[in-house]
């Protein structure tokens, strides 16, 4: 069994910077890719960015340019550098492991992010 948890979420301004971190207690963390999601309100859950073990990142469009995730395999954790926040970027943010090649997918309980001035 895979427990995720997150840290970091909170109340920031438009225009503003947040960082997520997400620590995996899992034995081969190697194996996972991990990822970011978010829901807001009303909406479904959507892919925010994932990594590979070989650092290979997919961002969703909304959010290129602005955000980064990383991961650190030594220690087990995967972040998201969240900069020029805006409004619409206001949500609960979960972190996913995703097990390579097979079905085993793991959430967190998620973070609440809220951009507001």
């Known amino acids: 069994q895979v427990q995720l948890v997150e840290s970091g979420g909170g109340l920031v301004q438009p225009g503003g910077s947040l960082r997520l971190s997400c620590a995996a207690s899992v034995s081969a963390f190697n194996i996972y890719i991990m990822g970011w999601y978010r829901q807001a309100p009303g909406k479904q859950r959507e892919l925010v960015a994932t990594i590979q073990n070989d650092g290979i990142r997919n961002y969703a469009d909304s959010v290129k340019g602005r955000f980064t995730i990383s991961r650190d395999n030594a220690k087990k954790t995967v972040d998201l550098q969240m900069n020029s926040l805006n409004p619409e970027d206001t949500a609960v943010y979960y972190c996913?492991?995703?097990?390579?090649?097979?079905?085993?997918?793991?959430w967190g309980q998620g973070t609440q992010v809220t951009v507001s001035s």
């Open positions: 996913n492991a995703k097990r390579m090649f097979s079905s085993a997918n793991y």
